[in-house]
């Protein structure tokens, strides 16, 4: 199931987003758990061996942090004071937020490490917090999850586009096992997303309203949900990389002329005077304690 | 491409790779990349860096760190069969700093150290706190220059995550500290499809100052990078070892900005288990250290592509293992989960004494009593010559134990040490309760007199190459043992509101009665002898008649 | 006069045995041999460890881990193993090591004394109450005169009392285990009886003493003056000896704030294992109010014309609600019940507290075993257990004092409950 995560997470690095500006949150270790057969690799699935683990994933949350409390936190801002930058979601009102959550759910919650749950209405809470205090223009609502569509029911915050991989009353079931690790590694809906946007390059002209329509009833057997009377645009004029891709335009310049940069500053640092430095013996010697 | 000659710069980066085969069907492969920077650290404010990360820059100068050694582990080392490694680290996360003499408030900056460090390795090093550190006396001195006479141990900070897991993520974070990060050098070789499928894998960063020059009026920052591995022939397949399949490629070129970039490949079990090397070597070095000769084959990094291969002669020997001079384990005795013990065993196999440090951080909800520390040496209950014991307090501050010994010749000795299995509110157990509560290892630290089976870098030395002919006094060797996992005793986290309903019930058990007998008086009244089922029954009736008898009244009347 | 009155009832009633000197030495003998087997044996370790019998207050390995810190220079107070206050440490330590008696036989000594004191205490509260039974006489009306006691109750009531102390296994238990409720115990017999006997400064000096023990005992002070008099300096000595006050928190704030949630018979552990976080204040408030000070006022008003009564009730009360309980405290007043042998023909739930006592007594180690042990049953069936035990205790001490009631109405009023020829019932309104 940690392919479920890393699957759209190496689909938006593809497509340009950073890892600056992704965080991740893992509870589990499956890539270097001691039962996994090919250690540091999640494969995005048995046929085609794309290791989506890669060689440049970075976990921001992992193991025990993952809790209701920390992904509330991270949501609104309110982190402790000394929390590093990677585990921050600096983002503004300019800033359009993709927020992904797998897992298991049911109806009005998802849950977290088998002890504790978040409800329908603290995720909502969680998104107005967002919007009183400008912390996003807009937000595309992913949940692969059982019942998933119960998640983004009570929202009621503008500029919300939400879709469940199920309807409230419905499971969200797996799309194949890998025998040699055995268990699931992908779910239906995550793996035909994944599939699309592994059609899509940095410079589509594919839009959302294609991507919410990614999973039929007949292959995902289970009904996709979708919300957009909180969103303001109509998703089928909205680009696809609005929320998957970062696209940085770059200038080349041949012409360069650097300044040396003018310091006004006499003032320098005092030069360092020479102490006498040692090297300390790193183990007491016995006779001086007796 | 422009290259730019910075011949002002003041810093200097080296990266080597070790191949040494050992005794067991086992490879130590090490990386050491090693950054000196000619700064002062003292004044440094890290705004202007070259080669030097800036990123661990800024949270050294921040929390005005003198020493940093991070390091985060997966398996565990075998001292017995493996020898010592060049540098040891304990399974799971090892963090221990010194701060500067002018630090207010050590607690803060190390628990904001511990913060950072967790942003920028992507560890749950956040978790490091004042309840699982502790300020060791005896066991991690400086490794760097000081300046004062005295060492005020209250600036030290030693902490331990045993159940970290080291992965890929905390890989990329690491590589992208080093100058030429992943792209060029020896550091391309780590691909973590490779390298985490190891029976031991470690990563580490140890930062410090250290004289400039012989002189040592003046000091510098250093900066030393390592990966260990230790393969395992029966999962590569093979004996024959080579870059693609310990690494999945070889080697395209050394990092420009590295001062040298060599290969030393141990050849000094050549003798007993004969290898080839192809290519060959560009040169053989001969390494006297503390009495032991070895060999070394040194392949400087060629600017185009190379790798190396080893072909097995098949000519074995049957080999014997001298186990080292020192090494330890720990577990834990006892059954059911009411009390038990702690036991670590350190074998001394040196024909002479051995005075080692036992420092043991044991969590603070593993209480464990002083009275009950016993050192049996080859049976017989010895004293130890010196114990530093600062008793922790539940949810403050952990068990601090500092055991100096001194160990006979050939001596196996057992330090244990009972403890009360203590049970904590529900919310403080993990999501996972029943996998168990981890101890982390203890470090044996001493000074060995032979350098057999060491490779350690000598203290004022940073690269493989200063190792060689590095004789010394002693060899400072800090065993780690094993982790260990106990089952706290859980209660039943279905629970809560049902034992508040049933306490509060018992308390209102003896409030009524004692309400009653307080504050009313006993009177006689008379018996009401029915009960109310049979006054039920009366008044049903009575109503019955009643209505009854109005009807025929009514009827009557008609 | 007192003596005279009481051989003639003895006359009166040659068919009522009374005990004689020898018989109750012989009891003495049994009682502490008993103990000296068991301390002794290899059975000492099991009963010793056994949580009932040992809680963190009064386990003898903390007190030895707090000696042993303290010969090393270490303050035992800056962990937080030890909860014994200064004083006591040092009583402790002048017992063990200054005058090299071995630990055992000093709890042996201590807990045969508690015996000696209960005896007298009974001996004493007997003759008050014979006392006031004579002063009184006039006012019984005249068919309850059959309830009044006799000669031979006033004697063989203190040799029951011992008898209860000597053989109750939770005494037995209790001494065996090393648990320092043994001193605890004797300090409070001591008060007990220098409080009977009339002695203020013995009682309030005693008393200070059982409450730098522990803190529950402030409730029944005696003497305001002298007692705070004794505390403060007893204070003071506390913090000289320890070199600074960390020890009140270590104490104190120990039972007031319960850290420790190792499983015992009382209520505490469970209701603050599964507590939440930001309601914890709040009821450890409410519980040791509740464990304290709730009851004393309005018992005391109550019962004002029997101190004694008063005193057991809530030592009574004390023992089932205070944060850190073992079987010391619940032997100890159950072995003053033998004094109140004229209220049993009221007590209406003996059978019922008797069995609830035995069954619980036998199934709480059980269940300890298999939850500790044997990982297979949890938490709640002990949990369960010591819910069961409470609640019996809660009966006892109820119906006691109901029983006291009825007696003194019956004592006024007669025997007979009727209302103009019509059957009455006694109820309380």
Same mark, same amino acid.
């Given at each position: 199931?940690?392919?479920?995560?890393?699957?759209?997470?190496?689909?938006?690095?593809?497509?340009?987003?950073?890892?600056?500006?992704?965080?991740?949150?893992?509870?589990?270790?499956?890539?270097?758990?001691?039962?996994?057969?090919?250690?540091?690799?999640?494969?995005?699935?048995?046929?085609?061996?794309?290791?989506?683990?890669?060689?440049?994933?970075?976990?921001?949350?992992?193991?025990?942090?993952?809790?209701?409390?920390?992904?509330?936190?991270?949501?609104?801002?309110?982190?402790?004071?000394?929390?590093?930058?990677?585990?921050?979601?600096?983002?503004?009102?300019?800033?359009?937020?993709?927020?992904?959550?797998?897992?298991?759910?049911?109806?009005?919650?998802?849950?977290?490490?088998?002890?504790?749950?978040?409800?329908?209405?603290?995720?909502?809470?969680?998104?107005?917090?967002?919007?009183?205090?400008?912390?996003?223009?807009?937000?595309?609502?992913?949940?692969?999850?059982?019942?998933?569509?119960?998640?983004?029911?009570?929202?009621?915050?503008?500029?919300?586009?939400?879709?469940?991989?199920?309807?409230?009353?419905?499971?969200?079931?797996?799309?194949?096992?890998?025998?040699?690790?055995?268990?699931?590694?992908?779910?239906?809906?995550?793996?035909?997303?994944?599939?699309?946007?592994?059609?899509?390059?940095?410079?589509?002209?594919?839009?959302?309203?294609?991507?919410?329509?990614?999973?039929?009833?007949?292959?995902?057997?289970?009904?996709?949900?979708?919300?957009?009377?909180?969103?303001?645009?109509?998703?089928?004029?909205?680009?696809?990389?609005?929320?998957?891709?970062?696209?940085?335009?770059?200038?080349?310049?041949?012409?360069?002329?650097?300044?040396?940069?003018?310091?006004?500053?006499?003032?320098?640092?005092?030069?360092?005077?020479?102490?006498?430095?040692?090297?300390?013996?790193?183990?007491?010697?016995?006779?001086?304690?007796? | 491409? %422009?290259?730019?000659?910075?011949?002002?710069?003041?810093?200097?980066?080296?990266?080597?790779?070790?191949?040494?085969?050992?005794?067991?069907?086992?490879?130590?492969?090490?990386?050491?990349?090693?950054?000196?920077?000619?700064?002062?650290?003292?004044?440094?404010?890290?705004?202007?860096?070259?080669?030097?990360?800036?990123?661990?820059?800024?949270?050294?100068?921040?929390?005005?760190?003198?020493?940093?050694?991070?390091?985060?582990?997966?398996?565990?080392?075998?001292?017995?069969?493996?020898?010592?490694?060049?540098?040891?680290?304990? %399974?799971?996360?090892?963090?221990?700093?010194?701060?500067?003499?002018?630090?207010?408030?050590?607690?803060?900056?190390?628990?904001?150290?511990?913060?950072?460090?967790?942003?920028?390795?992507?560890?749950?090093?956040?978790?490091?706190?004042?309840?699982?550190?502790?300020?060791?006396?005896?066991?991690?001195?400086?490794?760097?220059?000081?300046?004062?006479?005295?060492?005020?141990?209250?600036?030290?900070?030693?902490?331990?995550?045993?159940?970290?897991?080291?992965?890929?993520?905390?890989?990329?974070?690491?590589?992208?500290?080093?100058?030429?990060?992943?792209?060029?050098?020896?550091?391309?070789?780590?691909?973590?499809?490779?390298?985490?499928?190891?029976?031991?894998?470690?990563?580490?960063?140890?930062?410090?100052?250290?004289?400039?020059?012989?002189?040592?009026?003046?000091?510098?920052?250093?900066?030393?990078?390592?990966?260990?591995?230790?393969?395992?022939?029966?999962?590569?397949?093979?004996?024959?070892?080579?870059?693609?399949?310990?690494?999945?490629?070889?080697?395209?070129?050394?990092?420009?900005?590295?001062?040298?970039?060599?290969?030393?490949?141990?050849?000094?079990?050549?003798?007993?288990?004969?290898?080839?090397?192809?290519?060959?070597?560009?040169?053989?070095?001969?390494?006297?250290?503390?009495?032991?000769?070895?060999?070394?084959?040194?392949?400087?990094?060629?600017?185009? +592509?190379?790798?190396?291969?080893?072909?097995?002669?098949?000519?074995?020997?049957?080999?014997?293992?001298?186990?080292?001079?020192?090494?330890?384990?720990?577990?834990?005795?006892?059954?059911?989960?009411?009390?038990?013990?702690?036991?670590?065993?350190?074998?001394?196999?040196?024909?002479? +004494?051995?005075?080692?440090?036992?420092?043991?951080?044991?969590?603070?909800?593993?209480?464990?009593?002083?009275?009950?520390?016993?050192?049996?040496?080859?049976?017989?209950?010895?004293?130890?010559?010196?114990?530093?014991?600062?008793?922790?307090?539940?949810?403050?501050?952990?068990?601090?134990?500092?055991?100096?010994?001194?160990?006979?010749?050939?001596?196996?000795?057992?330090?244990?040490?009972?403890?009360?299995?203590?049970?904590?509110?529900?919310?403080?157990?993990?999501?996972? +309760?029943?996998?168990?509560?981890?101890?982390?290892?203890?470090?044996?630290?001493?000074?060995?007199?032979?350098?057999?089976?060491?490779?350690?870098?000598?203290?004022?030395?940073?690269?493989?190459?200063?190792?060689?002919?590095?004789?010394?006094?002693?060899?400072?060797?800090?065993?780690?043992?094993?982790?260990?996992?106990?089952?706290?005793?859980?209660?039943?986290?279905?629970?809560?509101?049902?034992?508040?309903?049933?306490?509060?019930?018992?308390?209102?058990?003896?409030?009524?009665?004692?309400?009653?007998?307080?504050?009313?008086?006993?009177?006689?009244?008379?018996?009401?002898?029915?009960?109310?089922?049979?006054?039920?029954?009366?008044?049903?009736?009575?109503?019955?008649?009643?209505?009854?008898?109005?009807?025929?009244?009514?009827?009557?009347?008609? | 006069?007192?003596?005279?009155?009481?051989?003639?009832?003895?006359?009166?009633?040659?068919?009522?045995?009374?005990?004689?000197?020898?018989?109750?030495?012989?009891?003495?003998?049994?009682?502490?041999?008993?103990?000296?087997?068991?301390?002794?044996?290899?059975?000492?370790?099991?009963?010793?460890?056994?949580?009932?019998?040992?809680?963190?207050?009064?386990?003898?390995?903390?007190?030895?881990?707090?000696?042993?810190?303290?010969?090393?220079?270490?303050?035992?107070?800056?962990?937080?193993?030890?909860?014994?206050?200064?004083?006591?440490?040092?009583?402790?330590?002048?017992?063990?090591?200054?005058?090299?008696?071995?630990?055992?036989?000093?709890?042996?000594?201590?807990?045969?004394?508690?015996?000696?004191?209960?005896?007298?205490?009974?001996?004493?509260?007997?003759?008050?109450?014979?006392?006031?039974?004579?002063?009184?006489?006039?006012?019984?009306?005249?068919?309850?005169?059959?309830?009044?006691?006799?000669?031979?109750?006033?004697?063989?009531?203190?040799?029951?009392?011992?008898?209860?102390?000597?053989?109750?296994?939770?005494?037995?238990?209790?001494?065996?285990?090393?648990?320092?409720?043994?001193?605890?115990?004797?300090?409070?017999?001591?008060?007990?009886?220098?409080?009977?006997?009339?002695?203020?400064?013995?009682?309030?000096?005693?008393?200070?003493?059982?409450?730098?023990?522990?803190?529950?005992?402030?409730?029944?002070?005696?003497?305001?003056?002298?007692?705070?008099?004794?505390?403060?300096?007893?204070?003071?000595?506390?913090?000289?000896?320890?070199?600074?006050?960390?020890?009140?928190?270590?104490?104190?704030?120990?039972?007031?704030?319960?850290?420790?949630?190792?499983?015992?018979?009382?209520?505490?552990?469970?209701?603050?294992?599964?507590?939440?976080?930001?309601?914890?204040?709040?009821?450890?408030?409410?519980?040791?109010?509740?464990?304290?000070?709730?009851?004393?006022?309005?018992?005391?008003?109550?019962?004002?014309?029997?101190?004694?009564?008063?005193?057991?009730?809530?030592?009574?009360?004390?023992?089932?609600?205070?944060?850190?309980?073992?079987?010391?405290?619940?032997?100890?007043?159950?072995?003053?019940?033998?004094?109140?042998?004229?209220?049993?023909?009221?007590?209406?739930?003996?059978?019922?507290?008797?069995?609830?006592?035995?069954?619980?007594?036998?199934?709480?180690?059980?269940?300890?075993?298999?939850?500790?042990?044997?990982?297979?049953?949890?938490?709640?069936?002990?949990?369960?257990?010591?819910?069961?035990?409470?609640?019996?205790?809660?009966?006892?001490?109820?119906?006691?004092?109901?029983?006291?009631?009825?007696?003194?109405?019956?004592?006024?009023?007669?025997?007979?409950?009727?209302?103009?020829?019509?059957?009455?019932?006694?109820?309380?309104?």
């Amino acid at each position: 199931m940690v392919t479920q995560i890393i699957g759209p997470c190496w689909s938006v690095k593809r497509l340009g987003i950073p890892d600056s500006q992704i965080i991740l949150m893992i509870a589990d270790d499956m890539a270097c758990n001691p039962r996994n057969p090919r250690p540091a690799t999640v494969f995005n699935n048995a046929n085609q061996h794309i290791n989506v683990y890669g060689d440049d994933v970075e976990v921001d949350y992992r193991g025990y942090e993952v809790t209701v409390e920390n992904f509330v936190r991270l949501l609104t801002g309110r982190l402790p004071p000394g929390t590093p930058r990677s585990k921050q979601l600096l983002t503004d009102e300019g800033s359009n937020v993709l927020i992904y959550l797998t897992g298991h759910g049911g109806d009005g919650f998802l849950k977290f490490q088998d002890s504790e749950e978040i409800t329908s209405q603290e995720m909502a809470d969680a998104l107005e917090q967002m919007w009183q205090k400008q912390r996003y223009h807009e937000i595309f609502f992913m949940i692969d999850t059982c019942q998933a569509a119960s998640m983004y029911e009570r929202f009621y915050s503008p500029n919300i586009l939400a879709v469940g991989s199920s309807l409230v009353g419905e499971d969200s079931l797996s799309h194949h096992v890998d025998p040699a690790i055995g268990v699931y590694i992908i779910d239906r809906y995550t793996y035909y997303a994944l599939e699309f946007l592994e059609n899509v390059d940095p410079h589509t002209k594919k839009t959302m309203g294609e991507f919410l329509n990614v999973c039929p009833k007949r292959v995902c057997i289970s009904t996709v949900g979708v919300r957009t009377n909180l969103f303001r645009r109509n998703p089928h004029q909205v680009p696809i990389t609005d929320f998957f891709g970062s696209v940085r335009p770059v200038e080349l310049i041949s012409n360069v002329t650097v300044q040396p940069l003018v310091t006004n500053k006499t003032q320098k640092k005092a030069p360092a005077l020479p102490k006498k430095y040692r090297y300390v013996p790193p183990l007491v010697d016995f006779k001086y304690l007796v | 491409m %422009p290259w730019f000659i910075l011949t002002s710069k003041s810093d200097r980066f080296s990266e080597e790779l070790l191949i040494k085969p050992l005794y067991s069907d086992h490879l130590y492969v090490h990386f050491q990349f090693a950054t000196k920077w000619d700064t002062n650290p003292d004044q440094e404010s890290f705004r202007h860096t070259h080669i030097f990360p800036r990123a661990l820059g800024e949270i050294i100068e921040r929390y005005n760190v003198q020493e940093l050694h991070v390091s985060l582990a997966g398996g565990l080392w075998r001292y017995e069969t493996w020898g010592y490694p060049i540098l040891d680290a304990a %399974p799971g996360a090892e963090v221990w700093a010194w701060f500067k003499a002018d630090t207010e408030d050590v607690d803060k900056n190390w628990k904001e150290l511990a913060s950072s460090l967790s942003g920028l390795l992507c560890a749950s090093l956040n978790f490091i706190n004042v309840d699982n550190s502790v300020n060791p006396e005896y066991t991690f001195k400086p490794r760097g220059v000081v300046s004062d006479q005295k060492i005020n141990s209250t600036y030290v900070r030693y902490a331990s995550l045993p159940r970290e897991i080291v992965c890929t993520e905390n890989l990329t974070p690491w590589k992208k500290l080093l100058p030429c990060e992943s792209k060029s050098g020896l550091a391309s070789l780590l691909n973590s499809g490779y390298i985490h499928n190891v029976r031991y894998h470690s990563i580490a960063i140890h930062m410090r100052p250290v004289c400039r020059d012989d002189a040592c009026e003046f000091t510098s920052l250093e900066l030393q990078q390592s990966v260990s591995l230790v393969y395992d022939y029966l999962i590569m397949g093979t004996k024959n070892w080579s870059f693609r399949k310990l690494f999945g490629q070889g080697l395209m070129g050394p990092c420009p900005l590295s001062e040298n970039s060599v290969i030393f490949v141990d050849t000094t079990s050549n003798v007993s288990v004969p290898f080839q090397l192809i290519p060959s070597p560009d040169d053989y070095i001969t390494s006297v250290r503390g009495g032991h000769v070895s060999t070394f084959a040194k392949y400087n990094v060629k600017p185009y +592509a190379m790798s190396i291969n080893a072909n097995y002669l098949g000519k074995e020997s049957v080999l014997l293992n001298s186990p080292p001079s020192l090494h330890a384990n720990q577990y834990i005795t006892g059954y059911g989960q009411e009390r038990g013990g702690i036991v670590t065993k350190i074998y001394n196999n040196h024909w002479g +004494a051995l005075e080692v440090v036992v420092l043991q951080n044991i969590p603070w909800y593993v209480p464990i009593y002083l009275h009950t520390l016993k050192i049996d040496v080859n049976g017989v209950r010895v004293e130890p010559v010196g114990i530093h014991y600062i008793p922790g307090r539940q949810r403050q501050r952990p068990y601090h134990l500092e055991i100096l010994l001194k160990l006979p010749p050939r001596s196996v000795a057992s330090v244990s040490i009972d403890f009360d299995y203590v049970f904590l509110k529900w919310q403080e157990y993990p999501p996972d +309760a029943n996998h168990g509560f981890y101890i982390g290892s203890a470090v044996i630290s001493a000074n060995l007199p032979l350098a057999r089976n060491f490779t350690g870098l000598p203290q004022d030395g940073a690269t493989i190459a200063d190792s060689f002919n590095a004789s010394r006094r002693g060899y400072l060797v800090q065993v780690r043992t094993e982790n260990m996992v106990i089952t706290l005793p859980t209660p039943d986290f279905s629970m809560p509101y049902n034992v508040i309903c049933l306490a509060c019930t018992v308390v209102a058990l003896a409030f009524g009665p004692l309400h009653n007998i307080t504050t009313k008086r006993l009177v006689l009244t008379v018996k009401d002898n029915e009960k109310l089922i049979v006054k039920i029954k009366n008044r049903i009736v009575k109503a019955w008649t009643e209505r009854n008898s109005g009807s025929d009244v009514n009827q009557s009347v008609q | 006069m007192p003596a005279e009155k009481s051989e003639k009832y003895v006359e009166n009633r040659p068919e009522q045995r009374c005990y004689k000197t020898g018989t109750i030495l012989l009891m003495y003998t049994v009682g502490a041999s008993i103990r000296y087997w068991l301390i002794f044996s290899r059975y000492q370790s099991i009963i010793g460890n056994h949580i009932e019998v040992s809680t963190p207050l009064n386990s003898w390995k903390r007190v030895s881990e707090g000696l042993y810190l303290q010969s090393k220079g270490i303050n035992p107070y800056e962990g937080d193993l030890l909860h014994e206050a200064p004083v006591t440490m040092l009583l402790y330590r002048t017992l063990t090591q200054s005058l090299k008696l071995p630990v055992e036989i000093t709890f042996l000594i201590f807990d045969i004394g508690t015996a000696v004191l209960l005896y007298f205490i009974a001996r004493r509260y007997m003759f008050q109450l014979f006392v006031q039974q004579e002063e009184s006489k006039e006012e019984y009306s005249e068919d309850s005169k059959e309830f009044l006691l006799a000669g031979p109750d006033f004697l063989n009531s203190p040799v029951f009392v011992a008898a209860a102390f000597l053989f109750n296994p939770y005494m037995v238990f209790n001494c065996v285990g090393l648990s320092t409720t043994v001193f605890h115990n004797f300090f409070l017999a001591l008060f007990l009886c220098s409080m009977l006997y009339g002695s203020i400064l013995l009682s309030t000096v005693s008393l200070a003493f059982c409450t730098m023990m522990s803190l529950s005992k402030i409730r029944a002070f005696v003497t305001v003056g002298v007692f705070i008099l004794v505390m403060v300096s007893l204070k003071y000595i506390s913090t000289v000896l320890s070199n600074g006050d960390a020890f009140i928190k270590n104490v104190y704030g120990f039972i007031l704030t319960v850290p420790d949630l190792q499983p015992n018979i009382g209520l505490f552990w469970y209701f603050f294992t599964e507590m939440f976080d930001h309601f914890r204040d709040l009821f450890i408030c409410s519980f040791q109010i509740n464990a304290t000070i709730l009851y004393l006022i309005p018992l005391s008003i109550k019962f004002r014309n029997d101190p004694f009564l008063l005193t057991t009730a809530v030592l009574f009360l004390i023992s089932v609600f205070k944060s850190y309980p073992c079987l010391g405290d619940v032997g100890f007043v159950l072995s003053l019940l033998p004094c109140f042998i004229h209220l049993f023909n009221y007590s209406q739930q003996g059978f019922l507290v008797g069995v609830i006592f035995l069954i619980t007594t036998a199934l709480g180690p059980i269940l300890w075993h298999l939850w500790i042990y044997s990982n297979s049953a949890n938490a709640n069936f002990y949990f369960g257990v010591t819910l069961a035990f409470a609640i019996a205790q809660i009966f006892l001490v109820t119906d006691i004092l109901f029983a006291y009631l009825k007696r003194e109405f019956c004592l006024k009023n007669g025997k007979d409950r009727k209302i103009d020829g019509k059957d009455a019932l006694l109820i309380l309104e």
